[in-house]
């Protein structure tokens, strides 16, 4: 401090010198809509921009970039044909479904991407969802049996309208509402639904007909046990395919960890399993099954159309609607979070933010123009986006290198398809959904974390499991909704006290060592903290709050304080104060007639049954640092309570507010009464220090963030007191004058910028400094 005043000069401002007033426009809704609804010329044509994110960095598309899209693009394109062969058989359509999903899936998202990592196709759950829709709805519309895949397009447009509805209308924010365990829970149970659906098809006693694939998962498991005997050489097939794929994975995961100069060669070739596996097998069944296309000695997947065979307008009928309308909540849910979830992972993983609103758009747009091409509802894969990021891709043009994949793979392999063996594919799929699973280490961070969502995600596993994947998306959603509203409702305040803390430089002292330390390594000046006083917030218990003074309480609301918790909130704060204070008149109902019924306590009140020793109510400083919004009930809620306190104490209670974040929140107040009335005035000033410079050799300016300090000023003895941080020593002598300007508006004394000047400001009122 001596060395800043070496070359600077404070001309303090004197008592006689005006302050300078600050009075806060109230809110308006006029000005809201003018900022927040009525689009200007700029935000709309920021908003048109947004649509298209490829323009914003296309033109410095380099070559570099292109080396890594071209091998990401290739690695992805090598692994979503045979993928999306086995997804589309999930969907209960035919193999080349799955391969037209996964080209307009890749050919549009990069020009609506947020995300570089996000590959958009059939998907095991989606999937797994489209055939249980079609195995409920065909059975309603017989004429399209043999066309399913017309439903399955209808499906998607709608939902692909709807879905971009959302994005344009940048209603995103919804999909916040769903939380991890629900997804994870949605993801598992799943994953398990998909495995043990597969399992049939990889041993082969799915031919039997009794056996319901599609059934709750515990009685396919059921089933698998009963039909057991009916297994057949697919089972060798697809046994010895699954084993082979995972200890190639294992293997590479093995010598990356071993040989890690050569981590990338391996993640190749781990990456590139599937294609392996499916090209061997292939070319085991041509070896078995080329003399034998009538009758092949095990099951394979057969013709598949060469070329764009299924493209058309889709067609959208009220018969169609109305068989699909119960589904398109769950289907909606199932596009939305698997997409904006995977997305947002690897945005955080690779140093993005995605935004959910044109990723969105992206899934939407997707999904409308891909019937058109013979396409089913598609969404962001997590296996192939995890490949596509580990394999360096750069851009999301990887998707257009990933749909040229596509399309040679269905205008040049159909007659290799022919012989893949549906074991095989049953393999790939199980191998696939594994990864889904939400692994023991993360249910045991879940535990830890929170147990009440810990038991949501079980509900929601254990749903998928006995009933539907269906019914355990709305399980998890649902108790994960009420778990919030229950939190909501159940926010309890707490009353606080006053601490004073000094900074201490590290380490600490020891127990023997702190009785010998003057002070000498600690803060001069230390500063105020307010923490409950109950000390339920985790302080030390040897530390103790201070009360504050005898009639004023301190309470902290800790949530939004809004309809579901105002009477919560007031109800703990108002049985708590009457409980440590007495009435202001120990009986005010005058005769026993006139008394409430349920007002406890002796038949013939007096002041013998009034303790004397409890303070009478003065004053309440609610702490709104944590609170973001009000609304109409809880205003009201808490202008009854005023009356009820006032005519408790009778006397009127002085009621301060700190820490208000929102001028919203400051209107209602005063709308509701508060904030200021008829003989108050502001006894406290929060002030801050804008100095004036004035010229000495050189004209230097401070900047506000040099000097600015927030300066507690009294009406009582109008000294300002001045702390001006401690910086750098100037290399030019100046000087300036202090102007202090207020923080906050002065026509609304009981309105406080911190539980500090609130407290100083109470006191002062009533007298009590």
């Known amino acids: 401090m001596a060395k800043l005043a070496d070359n600077l000069d404070y001309n303090v401002a004197t008592p006689e010198q005006e302050p300078i007033l600050y009075v806060e426009p109230l809110a308006s809704s006029k000005e809201w809509i003018k900022h927040n609804v009525i689009p200007t010329q700029e935000k709309t044509a920021t908003y048109v921009k947004s649509l298209f994110p490829i323009f914003s960095w296309i033109y410095r598309y380099n070559w570099t970039w292109f080396v890594g899209d071209l091998v990401a693009g290739v690695t992805v394109g090598v692994v979503v044909v045979p993928q999306g062969m086995a997804y589309a058989k999930l969907a209960q359509l035919s193999p080349e479904f799955g391969l037209y999903s996964s080209f307009v899936g890749c050919a549009l998202y990069f020009m609506f991407a947020t995300s570089k990592d996000i590959t958009i196709g059939p998907v095991a759950v989606m999937s797994t969802l489209m055939g249980n829709i079609l195995n409920d709805v065909l059975p309603k519309l017989p004429e399209y049996k043999d066309q399913p895949w017309v439903i399955a397009g209808c499906l998607s447009l709608i939902l692909g309208c709807i879905v971009t509805a959302l994005g344009v209308l940048r209603l995103g924010f919804i999909v916040d509402f769903i939380p991890l365990p629900a997804i994870a829970a949605f993801m598992t149970g799943s994953a398990l639904n998909i495995a043990m659906g597969q399992i049939p098809t990889l041993m082969g006693n799915n031919s039997v007909k009794a056996y319901n694939t599609r059934a709750p998962t515990y009685l396919v498991f059921g089933n698998f046990f009963k039909y057991i005997k009916h297994c057949n050489i697919n089972a060798a097939v697809g046994l010895t395919a699954l084993f082979l794929l995972y200890l190639i994975r294992w293997a590479c995961s093995y010598s990356a960890r071993r040989w890690p100069q050569r981590e990338k060669v391996f993640f190749f070739i781990s990456t590139l399993r599937t294609a392996f596996v499916i090209l061997l ?112 891709v750069r851009t999301p043009l990887a998707g257009v290198i990933t749909a040229a994949i596509v399309i040679i793979a269905i205008y040049a392999l159909p007659p290799v398809f022919y012989y893949i063996s549906n074991a095989l594919l049953a393999a790939v799929i199980i191998h696939a959904v594994g990864d889904l699973i939400t692994a023991p280490k993360t249910l045991k961070m879940f535990w830890r974390i929170s147990p009440f969502e810990f038991f949501i995600f079980w509900a929601g596993v254990l749903v998928s499991v006995f009933s539907s994947i269906d019914n355990g998306i709305y399980t998890s959603v649902a108790t994960s909704a009420a778990l919030l509203l229950f939190r909501i409702a159940k926010a309890k305040g707490k009353f606080i006290g006053m601490v004073k803390v000094y900074e201490h430089p590290a380490p600490l002292p020891s127990s023997t060592e702190a009785h010998d330390d003057t002070g000498n390594n600690m803060h001069s000046e230390g500063r105020n903290v307010f923490v409950s006083l109950d000390r339920s917030e985790g302080t030390n218990p040897s530390v103790r709050p201070v009360n504050p003074p005898s009639g004023i309480y301190i309470y902290r609301l800790n949530e939004g304080y809004l309809y579901p918790n105002a009477v919560h909130f007031t109800d703990h704060m108002v049985g708590e104060i009457m409980a440590q204070t007495r009435p202001g008149i120990s009986n005010p109902y005058g005769s026993l007639g006139n008394r409430p019924w349920n007002d406890p306590g002796p038949r013939h009140k007096d002041e013998s049954d009034v303790d004397p020793s409890l303070p009478l109510l003065r004053a309440i400083v609610l702490d709104f640092t944590g609170v973001s919004n009000v609304d109409i009930t809880s205003i009201q809620n808490l202008v009854d309570v005023r009356k009820q306190l006032d005519r408790y104490a009778n006397d009127i209670v002085s009621w301060h507010f700190a820490g208000i974040k929102s001028p919203w929140t400051r209107r209602a107040l005063i709308a509701g009464g508060f904030g200021s009335s008829d003989s108050a005035t502001r006894t406290v000033f929060s002030v801050a220090n804008v100095g004036v410079v004035q010229d000495k050799d050189v004209a230097v300016k401070p900047s506000a963030s040099d000097y600015d300090e927030e300066i507690s000023v009294s009406s009582e003895d109008k000294q300002l007191q001045q702390r001006p941080r401690q910086r750098e020593k100037p290399t030019v002598a100046t000087s300036f004058d202090t102007l202090a300007i207020p923080v906050l508006s002065i026509d609304h004394p009981y309105f406080h910028i911190d539980l500090d000047e609130a407290l100083k400001a109470t006191e002062l009122e009533l007298g009590l400094k």
Do not use: C
């Not at 292939?282 to 095990?298: A, Q």
């Open 281 to 392: 097998y292939t070319l085991i069944s041509w070896l078995v099954n080329r003399h034998h296309h009538s009758d092949p000695k095990f099951s394979i997947l057969g013709t598949v159309p060469r070329g764009l065979k299924h493209m058309a307008v889709p067609t959208i009928n009220s018969h169609i609607l109305s068989a699909v309308a119960g589904k398109i909540p769950s289907a909606i849910i199932v596009l939305v979070i698997e997409h904006i979830s995977i997305s947002k992972s690897f945005g955080r993983i690779n140093n993005y933010v995605i935004n959910p609103n044109q990723e969105l758009i992206a899934i939407g747009i997707t999904n409308i123009f891909g019937p058109f091409f013979g396409a089913y509802p598609a969404t962001g894969s997590f296996s192939r986006t995890a490949i596509k990021s580990k394999a360096g």
